[in-house]
């Protein structure tokens, strides 16, 4: 059973740090592209990052290119989205998903985390 799990989410004031973690399991991670995506309140879910299976390609959308770096460890299984500069803009539930081919679409990924939950204060 193929299990993503989101971890790091929180309170946090305008202009600090997050540091958000999805463990995956039960795929061949390594096998796997990783994106992160967001739904904040009263909007529909959004892309935000995204990772090739190599780390190879990356993708970021413009609203955090500069403030949010995604990376991954296959040997962990792990994918991460660092947060910076956070604005009250970026306050949202943040999910992890997974799919063969690394996309900035929503569609096509095939597996999906619960959500971490994103509060920033102003």
């Known amino acids: 059973q193929v299990r993503l799990v989101e971890s790091g989410g929180g309170l946090v004031q305008a202009g600090g740090s997050l540091r958000l973690s999805c463990a995956v399991s039960g795929l061949t991670f390594r096998a796997y592209a990783m994106g992160w995506f967001r739904r904040a309140p009263g909007k529909q879910r959004e892309f935000v990052a995204a990772?090739?299976?190599?780390?190879?390609?990356?993708y970021y959308a413009e609203a955090v290119k500069g403030r949010f770096t995604i990376s991954r460890d296959n040997a962990e299984n792990t994918v991460a989205l660092q947060m910076n500069s956070l604005k009250p803009e970026d306050e949202a539930i943040y999910y992890c998903?997974?799919?063969?081919?690394?996309?900035?679409?929503?569609?096509?990924?095939?597996?999906w985390g619960q959500g971490t939950q994103v509060t920033v204060s102003s």
């Open positions: 990772i090739s299976r190599s780390a190879g390609s990356i």
């Open positions: 998903a997974a799919r063969l081919s690394v996309s900035t679409a929503e569609s096509g990924y095939d597996y």
